[in-house]
Nanobody
Framework: QVQVVESGGGLVQPGGSLRLSCAASRSIFSIYAMGWYRQAPGKQRELVAGITIGGRTNYADSVKGRFTISRDNAKNTVSLQMNSLKPEDTAVYYC?????????WGQGTQVTVSS
C-alpha cells in the first residue's frame, strides 16, 4: 500500500519555527524528487520547496532564507525546517513525491502562524 504521511504541523507565533516531516512508503520506487506544497484558504496550491534525489533544491521566493528542505534517500523521507514564520505562511502543507511511475500526495498538515 502506497502511503505518504506528513507530521509536524501546528500553531506557532510569528517569528517562531516548525519542522515538517514526510515519510513515503518503501513500496514507492524510483523516486526522483520530493517536495512541499501549501494551500491557503481561497488560494491555489503552490510549491514551497523541492529536492531531487541528487540533492538539488528549489524554493519559492517567499520562503528563501527562512525555510530549508532536506531529504534522506535511504529512508524515503523529506523534511522542511521553517524559521521566522509569518502569518502569511498559514496554510495546509502537503508532501509530494515525484516517482517514475506516478506522483503521490500526502493528506496535508495544517500550519497556523498567529499571535
Amino acid at each position: 500500500q502506497v502511503q505518504v504521511v506528513e507530521s509536524g504541523g501546528g500553531l506557532v507565533q510569528p517569528g517562531g519555527s516548525l519542522r515538517l516531516s514526510c515519510a513515503a512508503s518503501r513500496s514507492i520506487f524510483s523516486i526522483y524528487a520530493m517536495g512541499w506544497y501549501r494551500q491557503a484558504p481561497g488560494k491555489q496550491r503552490e510549491l514551497v520547496a523541492g529536492i531531487t534525489i541528487g540533492g538539488r533544491t528549489n524554493y519559492a521566493d517567499s520562503v528563501k532564507g527562512r525555510f530549508t528542505i532536506s531529504r534522506d534517500n535511504a529512508k524515503n523521507t523529506v523534511s522542511l525546517q521553517m524559521n521566522s514564520l509569518k502569518p502569511e505562511d498559514t496554510a495546509v502543507y502537503y508532501c509530494a513525491v515525484d516517482a517514475a511511475t506516478a506522483n503521490y500526495w500526502g493528506q496535508g498538515t495544517q500550519v497556523t502562524v498567529s499571535s
